[in-house]
Nanobody
């Protein structure tokens, strides 16, 4: 059974940090490109950061470049999103995605709220 389980979300003040984790099981994690997306209320889901199968590449949305870092551990089958210098506009539900060709798996999401 395929599972992507996100954790690490919560309430943080502006300027603070959070580290999201996405634990994968039920598929060959190392063969999948992993991506973090987010969706704010009333907005479309948007790509935040992506990492290649062997961490050969990373891509970031312009809005998070220099503040967020994506990484993966192919032994622990986990992808991470380190989020620093958080802003209120980073408030959203963050989703983990695994993709290989036409195959897509999604996690259930974790809420991140940036507010004073």
């Amino acid at each position: 059974q395929v599972q992507l389980v996100e954790s690490g979300g919560g309430l943080v003040q502006p300027g603070g940090s959070l580290r999201l984790s996405c634990a994968a099981s039920g598929f060959t994690f190392s063969s999948y490109v992993m991506t973090w997306y987010r969706q704010a209320p009333g907005k479309e889901r948007e790509l935040v950061a992506r990492i290649g199968t062997a961490s050969a590449f990373t891509n970031y949305a312009d809005s998070v470049k220099g503040r967020f870092t994506i990484s993966r551990d192919n032994v622990k089958n986990t992808v991470y999103l380190q989020m620093d210098s958080l802003k209120p506009e980073d408030t959203a539900v963050y989703y983990c995605n695994a993709r290989r060709g036409s195959i897509n798996y999604w996690g259930q999401g974790t809420q991140v709220t940036v507010s004073s």
